[in-house]
Each structure stands twice: as C-alpha cells, then as structure tokens.
C-alpha cells in the first residue's frame, strides 16, 4: 500500500469521526441474554447445526450403534478430563468398511461457546466446540468419519475421553449434555434407494422432524441414510486433505500430553513449544502427521490483533496483541517439517454471536486438521531410537490447545525398511510487515510466504519408492483501523498448496495428489456508544469462506463453502442485549461420486430459507 493511500484512507476516517466509545471495539466473545427481548419466543429447544455434505457411510446399512460416552459437563475448567473403558462391540467384531461418530450435545442456560475434545488412547479423533445456549434450550450434533482410526477402534481396554471446558457461575449456568456414539459398518450393502434427488424444506417443518428425530437417533440415521442412498457421494470428508488415508493407518502413536486437563497440549508462548518422545517400529513405510489445532483468550481472534507498538504507545491494557499473524509449526528433534496457517474458525459467540444461529461458523462444530506427510523423514525415525515430535505456534499468545496423531504404515513383508532423505528445502519463512498509525487510528500490513520441498526413499518388501512431498502457502492481511479506534477492517487471504507424488525406482510416476485451499477472511465491526451507560451498539460484518479442490492423479474433487454474515447488537459488558442479524451460507461439493448443494439463509435465530440439491447442474 502506497503512503499515498495510506495517507487518503486515514483522511477519511478522520473526516468521519464519530462519538467516542466506552470500549474499543475490539472483535471480541460474547454471551446473548435476554432472549425474550430479541422477540424470540421459542419454548421448544432449538437445533444447531454445521452445514456438511453426507459421510461416505450414510448410503450404507450400519452394523451396530455403540453408546460410548455419556456425561453432563459442568464446572469442568481445570479439571481431569472424563474418561470411559472402550472395547469395540462383540455384535460387530472388525474389520469395519466405516466407522462413523456421533456426539449429541444439547444444554441450557447462559453460557459461553467452549471448546471440547475426544480422544480414544490419547489420540484426537475429534475438536468441536458448542453452540450458545439459552434459557429455551439448544441441541446439536456432530458427524464425523473416523474410518482413519480403525487401529485404534479395533483395540479393546483402550480409554475414551471427553474434555470439554466449561465454566459455570450463578450468571453463567449453562452446562453441557454430551453423548457418543460410534456407527460401524462391517460391509458395503447399500440402503434401498429413495426419491429424494432434490429436496426443499421450509425451516418450520425441518424444526418439527429434527425435534422427533433427536429423541431416536438410530431412526434418525436410519433416515438420513435412505435420503442420500441414492445420491452418490464423496468417497471421503474433503477436509481431511491429500488422500493420505486411502487405507487406514495400522498405528496411530498420539503426539499428546499425560491428559491432566486434556490430552492436548496448551501453548502460550511462541518459545512455549510442547514436544512429545515417540518411538516407532523399524518396518514403518509411511508416516502422516496429523495436527489438530484451536485458538483461544488473547488470540482467539489472532487474524485480528494489532502489534506491539500500537498497544505500548496508545498505552492499551488488552492482551490482543502479537500483529496478525500465526503460524503452526510442526518439528522432528528440532528439525523444520511442516507448518500451517490455521483456518479462521470463528467459534458461536465470536464477533457478533447472532450471526451463528441456528447454523453455526465453517468449523466450529468440526474444527479441520492439517496433514503432513512425513515419509521423506522416516530416515531419522527407523533407528529404534526416542525421538522427539514439536508443536509450537509462531508469534503466538495464550492460548492455543494443539496435539497431533502419528499416523504409521507398516510393512507386513519384513521386519525392518530401508529410508533416506535425498532433499530438503525448508528456508526460513519470508514475512513483510508494514505498520503505520497515528493515535488510535492506522493501517497495518502483513504478507507472508513459505515454500518447502521434502524427497526420500522407501525401500520396504513392496519395492524402492521415492516420495516428493511439497507445501506452500501464501498469508495477506491488512487491519484498518479508523474514527478513533472504532472502526476495524480486517482482510487475510491465505493459499496453499499440497502436492505428494510417489516415483519407482526407475522414476516413473506412481501417484500424484494436489490439494489447493484458499480461506478468505473479511470482517468489520463499527462501534458507537448506546444511549445505555456502558453500553455500545455495534455494527459487524462478516465474509469467510473455505475452498478447497483436491486432484488425486485423474480424479478431482472440490468444496466451496462461503458464509457471509451482517447484522448489529447492542452489548454491555460481555452480553448482547439486543440485535438483529443474517447470515447466507452456500455450500457446494463435487466428488467422483457427485455432488452435494445446500444453501441456507438465517436472519434473527431463524432459518429463512434451506435447500439442498445432489444436482451437478447447479454449481459453478
Ligand atoms: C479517542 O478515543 C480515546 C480513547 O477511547 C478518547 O480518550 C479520545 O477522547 C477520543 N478522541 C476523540 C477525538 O474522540
Ligand atoms: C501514554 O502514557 C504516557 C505516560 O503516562 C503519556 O506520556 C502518553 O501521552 C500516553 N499516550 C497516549 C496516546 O495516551
Ligand atoms: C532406492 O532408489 C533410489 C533412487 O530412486 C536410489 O538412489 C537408492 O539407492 C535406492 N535404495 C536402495 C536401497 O536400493
Ligand atoms: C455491512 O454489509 C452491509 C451489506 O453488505 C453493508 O450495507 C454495510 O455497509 C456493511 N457495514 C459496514 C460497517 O461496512
């Protein structure tokens, strides 16, 4: 940006003056009270949800439903996790084709969106967080595919945790109802097909059919799978990456800490970074990391934090501080392997908590992992030796909550493989930073970029295989800050790009797999004192979207999910007295298996309008 401009956009702020407001205006989390005052009078609980395409498993019949964990979270902030014995169920022994979960939430009462975790031995097999509730009740449920965790499914005796951090006060009562259940599927029979290609529901009659179905939820699966039998599906969740996990992993080790407060590791720092001593078996031919990440206190809003200097020389007290960028960087002993800028997910009581009902933010019900092949390094981890896997996140501040699975391949061949590194290109990240400010008012830049390039060689009983793995990404923000602090644009785009490719021995190409995301973030907020003492209207727009296009040597898949919210709210303190707000969300995939449409519309609580279509024809 030109001082030029610079020097414009801050004329225009200044002209603009407004009143002066009691709080900065900072995006921040907040509770909703008072209901009734917003005009909603609902007695019956409302349901929550994530907009997502159907599992892979839902054309299939379930062999069994296992109640795994069930358990009301009440106070639960620095306290041991909630741990339950885990055996797969006797009716349906393994090998399973899938293996789906399923956690029903529902709560009631004032309270604040928390984040929570499953474990299954101490290895992540989900990151959610909860919808808001309130004095009517709300409910939800999250859906995931964990076929990936089949090694650990099929052990017995193994410990299923539930960590999900809730406070509770007599302003705060909220407490949280949880249950799990996992789905297997032990063979590929497909439901009988139903009629439903396209379907078009007003929000009324959804409301009444999911009230019936939350309280039988094996009917409910009976019926959802029926509606999508005859569409075919996506082979895989889309955000589960490069087709890392075209068969399930035959060891998961958890790169987790002992579990006091949760397995996940808490981060405060950029020099607070957590490792974890693994050892692995020497017949090991393919490594991926999985890394499972979740922002929060000072850096919850991270994308939107203002440097240092700003804050020392306006003499601020807020902690929101650190510039606007983060970065997750993954080691082995030390060494550089992988880093991700994470996706922005904007938990329900984030920026404005209107926005986020009854259809929640893009991941807050199901926060995405990030992959990282770590193939090229097995060299330095097949000496039999401990080993030391890092977790840090760069410039970051209390606090993030991040832990990752060691996925391993084994070979059932021989007893031991032969690895090498033959390159490694990691150079340091190349970041600009551009900050200019006068008072309260300023503009401040950052552009980042990172490129790195990994190749070794396997040579395990299946034959010497080289395998090339690539990651870049690119990181833009941009925070305006205008009419005296009050006003604050943010706009981050990042990019990246994947790329494994697997050679022979004589250097033909085996497989190649791309996957390109892009995540747009674009986010105002405008402050003015109410007429209230304390209390600030707040004006607040949103637009993030997630994309992502995977291309698995001559298949190509893709998902474009965009959610673009505005609205205001009156607060005071940390609640939102009143408001209005709407919110567009459409949501396309496209698989070898067809595609999947469903755009919504809520505005005030309430869905306005919902469709979903398994036509091709509509998408872009
Ligand atoms: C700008 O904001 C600061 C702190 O909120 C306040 O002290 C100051 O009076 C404001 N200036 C104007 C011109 O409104
Ligand atoms: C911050 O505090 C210092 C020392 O009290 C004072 O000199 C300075 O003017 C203050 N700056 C602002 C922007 O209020
Ligand atoms: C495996 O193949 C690479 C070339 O692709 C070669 O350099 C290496 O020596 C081979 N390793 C063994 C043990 O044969
Ligand atoms: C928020 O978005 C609405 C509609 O897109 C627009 O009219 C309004 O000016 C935006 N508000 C701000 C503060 O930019």
């Known amino acids: 940006m030109s001082l030029a401009i610079l020097l414009i956009t801050l004329s225009l702020f200044t002209f603009s003056l407004s009143l002066s407001s009691p709080s900065p205006g900072i995006p921040d989390r907040f509770t909703k009270s008072l209901p009734q005052s917003l005009g909603r009078h609902n007695s019956s609980p409302q349901e929550y949800i994530e907009l997502a395409h159907p599992l892979p498993s839902d054309r299939l019949i379930p062999s069994c439903f296992h109640r795994v964990f ?59 967080s909860t919808a808001e509730p309130n004095a009517d009740g709300v409910f939800w449920k999250v859906r995931n595919d964990v076929t990936r965790y089949s090694s650990l499914l099929r052990q017995s005796n193994l410990k299923l945790t539930v960590m999900l951090e809730n406070v509770v006060t007599r302003d705060l009562p909220g407490v949280y109802d949880v249950s799990l259940t996992l789905i297997y599927y032990t063979g590929n029979s497909v439901r009988v097909p139903s009629h439903h290609h396209e379907s078009s529901r007003k929000s009324g009659l959804l409301e009444e059919s999911r009230a019936v179905d939350f309280v039988n939820e094996e009917s409910q699966l009976g019926l959802e799978s029926e509606k999508f039998s005859d569409s075919p599906l996506n082979r895989k969740r889309l955000s589960d990456s490069l087709n890392f996990y075209e068969t399930p992993a035959d060891l998961i080790i958890p790169v987790s800490s002992v579990g006091d407060e949760g397995f996940w590791f808490r981060i405060e720092s950029t020099s607070g970074v957590k490792s974890k001593r693994i050892q692995i078996p020497p017949n090991t031919r393919k490594a991926v990391l999985e890394v499972y990440v979740s922002f929060h206190g000072n850096d919850e809003f991270w994308y939107s934090n203002p440097p240092d200097s700003y804050i020392i020389t306006n003499n601020l007290t807020t902690g929101r ?74 410039d970051g501040i209390s606090f993030w909550l991040v832990d990752a699975n060691l996925h391993l391949w084994l070979d059932h061949g021989s007893s031991t493989v032969e690895a090498k590194t033959v390159y ?197």
């Open 70 to 128: 069930k358990h009301t979270f009440g106070d639960t902030i620095g306290r041991p996790p909630i741990s339950v014995p885990y055996s797969p169920p006797s009716e349906c022994p393994p090998p399973w084709s899938h293996v789906a979960l399923q956690l029903q939430v529902s709560s009631k009462g004032d309270q604040y969106d928390r984040i929570a975790a499953v474990w299954l031995g101490g290895a992540e097999i989900l990151r959610t």
């Open 424 to 620: 490694s290109l990691a150079p340091k990240l190349s970041v600009r930073r551009k900050s200019r400010f006068e008072l309260l008012d300023g503009l401040f830049n950052i552009k980042a970029k990172r490129k790195s390039q990994f190749s070794g060689w396997v040579k395990s009983s299946a034959g010497n295989f080289t395998t090339h793995v690539l990651n870049r990404f690119k990181y833009k923000n941009l925070i305006i800050f205008g009419q005296n602090g009050t006003y604050k644009s943010v706009k981050q785009t990042v990019k990246t790009t994947s790329e494994v490719r697997i050679e022979s021995e004589m250097g033909i190409l085996i497989s190649r797999t791309r996957m390109k995301r892009n995540y747009p973030l674009r986010m105002i907020t405008s402050t003015v004192s109410g007429s209230q003492t304390d209390a600030y209207l707040m004006v607040t727009n949103v637009s993030h979207s997630l994309r992502e296009r995977l291309i698995f040597g001559d298949t190509s898949s893709s998902l474009h999910n965009s959610q673009d919210s505005r609205g205001w709210m009156l607060v005071k303190d940390h609640n939102v007295l009143s408001g209005s707000a709407t919110t567009d969300q459409s949501y396309s995939s496209k698989g070898e298996f067809g595609c999947y449409t469903r755009t919504i519309s809520a505005t005030d609580g309430r869905l306005i309008t919902d469709s979903t279509t398994f036509s091709c024809e509509s998408l872009i």
């Open 321 to 394: 501080a650190h510039g606007a960028y983060r970065e997750v960087l993954v080691t082995i002993d030390g060494r550089f392997i992988g880093s991700v800028v994470p996706f922005p997910v904007i938990f329900t009581g984030g920026i404005n908590p209107l926005f986020w009902e009854p259809v929640v933010a893009i991941g807050a019900f199901n926060l995405p992992s990030y992959d990282f092949d770590l193939t090229p390094f097995l060299t330095f981890l097949l000496d039999r030796k401990v080993h030391s896997i890092g977790l840090g996140v760069a």
